[in-house]
């Protein structure tokens, strides 16, 4: 979205947190045209707010964003070593100053914010959302996954004036963690994809609590907004009701007989799916752009979310045709076998590498079980450790060797210490390898590849499968067919 006009005025950055203005002439004025926490992405007029973090302290880098063009710096401290003209707003907490430009942002914002969250599937279907609803009118979203107590506040410092619509993801892996980012947020429409194990380590009480801290984002909707929920899911009616107690209009969605939009029918194929749903008396015929089961329902809550929005359905459905794979989050490439090896051969690579819980990892195989194969190819999948699943990591571990089986997937390699469970799980003809951590399965997946192989890369992102991505794309050159 081009940005008409300045994001960000002295005087504005000055009424939104309360700081004070350093290094600068009498009566200077300056305008700042986006906001950054990272002097390594800084574009030149962004406001650096310089955040104090467990590795790096953003003040140790005011004098680098400054020389890189940053229109000012927010900081809690003058940094050393600045010329004394620099262009500073001091303010007792970086982190507070930047929630409060998230504020001042959101109450200046005439946008209609949408709100998503879910133990799966967030980012995929926020991303769905920008791009059905920057169909019909401006839209901003998260970028990346920012979706955490610095990363919400940043998206909000970003919204462009221009923006009609814009989408929010917001995350948790503690309970009390999404309260006072939804408050912040202030969604007309709260959606939730599904609820599933993920983070159980942090919730004893298991998928009843996790429920409980995801319904936490039905609290920053204002009387008579919209929460839209998965009638399909565990924990729907606990879901339901948390949100009725916020006095929210229900919107479901789901192959229940019961939900507001409801899957009548779907063809699924190897990367894509056709969709038939209903919704009231208007049915919805679609092509969704990207396969597998989970992204049909996660189409289904994004149209759910659009209508609440007070956007077109329809169009959006037309939309979801151009819909493209994340990097991280399901992105296909074909690519060609590095010379000595097989000559002339191709593979898939299908990138899930940026995070997993066992929902995830039975929906990634789902996908990977209807790929289309080359001559002689095989399906692999190289698999991670899912992390935060505390006493029941082996159980949930040892139980992804069904589908795999179920799915024919022809062979398994697996790192990390919680994978061993699966690997020994394995019937014996399934087993690839087995290795400590993803840089040494890394190499050892690479030199085991063969022409028409379809090979899917899965893990929580603390076990850092993106190194595998990267050995396997790095002999590689990217092939002229396509996936």
Same mark, same amino acid.
């Given at each position: 979205m081009s940005q008409a006009r300045p994001l960000w005025s002295r005087a504005d950055v000055l009424a939104a947190t309360g700081g004070e203005a350093l290094g600068?002439?009498?009566?200077?004025?300056?305008?700042?045209?986006?906001?950054?926490?990272?002097?390594?992405?800084?574009?030149?007029? !962004? /406001?650096?707010?310089?955040?104090?973090?467990?590795?790096?302290?953003?003040?140790?880098?005011v004098a680098q964003a400054l020389t890189a063009g940053a229109a000012a710096a927010l900081c809690q401290r003058r940094p050393d070593n600045l010329p004394p003209q620099s262009r500073l707003v001091i303010v007792p907490d970086s982190l507070a100053g930047l929630a409060a430009l998230g504020r001042f942002a959101r109450t200046r914002s005439e946008a209609?914010?949408? =709100?998503?969250?879910?133990?799966?599937?967030?980012?995929?279907?926020?991303?769905?959302?920008?791009?059905?609803?920057?169909?019909?009118?401006?839209a901003f979203a998260s970028a990346a996954s920012h979706n955490n107590h610095w990363g919400v506040p940043l998206t909000l410092a970003r919204l462009p004036h221009e923006a009609r619509y814009a989408v929010f993801e917001i995350g948790m892996n503690h309970p009390g963690e999404i309260r006072p980012l939804t408050r912040l947020v202030r969604p007309l429409v709260a959606l939730v994809t599904t609820i599933a194990p993920a983070h159980v380590e942090y919730f004893p009480e298991g998928l009843a609590g996790i429920a409980d801290a995801k319904a936490e984002?039905?609290?920053? /909707?204002?009387?008579?907004?919209?929460?839209?929920?998965? =009638? !399909? =899911?565990?924990?729907? !009616?606990?879901?339901?009701?948390?949100?009725?107690?916020? @006095?929210?209009?229900?919107?479901?969605?789901?192959?229940?007989?019961?939900?507001?939009? @409801?899957?009548? !029918?779907c063809s699924l194929h190897a990367t894509s799916s056709?969709?038939?749903? @209903?919704?009231?008396?208007?049915?919805?015929?679609?092509? /969704?752009?990207?396969?597998?089961?989970?992204?049909?329902?996660?189409?289904? &809550?994004?149209?759910a979310a659009v209508r609440a929005a007070g956007a077109d359905p329809v169009r959006a459905a037309t939309a979801m045709a151009g819909l493209k794979s994340l990097k991280g989050r399901g992105l296909r490439q074909r690519l060609e076998l590095p010379p000595g090896t097989h000559a002339g051969g191709a593979f898939d690579l299908i +990138?899930?590498?940026?995070?997993?819980?066992?929902?995830?990892?039975?929906?990634?195989?789902?996908?990977l079980a209807g790929a289309?194969?080359?001559?002689?190819?095989?399906?692999?999948?190289?698999?991670? +450790?899912?992390?935060?699943? &505390?006493?029941?990591?082996?159980?949930?571990?040892? $139980?992804?060797?069904?589908?795999l089986i179920a799915g024919n997937i022809d062979l398994v390699f697996c790192c990390g210490p919680a994978m061993r469970a699966l690997y020994d799980a394995?019937?014996?003809?399934? @087993? $690839?390898?087995?290795?400590?951590?993803?840089?040494?399965?890394? &190499?050892?997946?690479?030199?085991? /590849?063969?022409?028409? +192989?379809?090979?899917?890369?899965? &893990?929580?992102?603390?076990?850092?499968?993106?190194?595998?991505?990267?050995?396997?794309?790095?002999?590689?050159?990217?092939?002229?067919?396509? =996936?």
């Open positions: 600068e002439t009498l009566g200077e004025d300056w305008q700042a045209t986006g906001v950054s926490i990272d002097s390594r992405s800084l574009a030149a007029g !962004d /406001l650096f707010v310089a955040l104090p973090g467990p590795r790096y302290d953003g003040h140790d880098f209609t914010c949408i =709100a998503v969250t879910g133990s799966v599937g967030k980012t995929s279907t926020k991303e769905m959302l920008r791009h059905v609803l920057a169909a019909q009118a401006p984002i039905f609290e920053g /909707l204002p009387p008579g907004g919209h929460a839209v929920i998965n =009638a !399909d =899911a565990p924990m729907a !009616d606990r879901l339901i009701e948390r949100a009725q107690a916020q @006095r929210a209009r229900i919107v479901t969605f789901g192959r229940s007989e019961r939900a507001t939009l @409801r899957l009548v !029918d056709a969709v038939k749903a @209903r919704l009231g008396r208007e049915t919805l015929d679609y092509c /969704l752009s990207l396969p597998g089961e989970h992204m049909v329902m996660n189409s289904l &809550g994004v149209l +990138d899930d590498s940026y995070n997993a819980n066992p929902t995830s990892m039975r929906a990634a195989f789902a996908v289309n194969l080359g001559p002689g190819g095989r399906r692999i999948a190289v698999l991670g +450790d899912m992390l935060e699943l &505390g006493t029941e990591a082996a159980s949930l571990h040892h $139980g992804l060797a069904q589908p394995l019937p014996t003809g399934r @087993r $690839g390898l087995w290795a400590p951590d993803s840089q040494s399965l890394a &190499g050892l997946v690479a030199e085991r /590849l063969r022409p028409g +192989d379809v090979v899917l890369v899965k &893990g929580s992102l603390g076990s850092r499968m993106a190194r595998v991505i990267e050995r396997l794309a790095s002999g590689a050159s990217p092939s002229a067919a396509s =996936a």
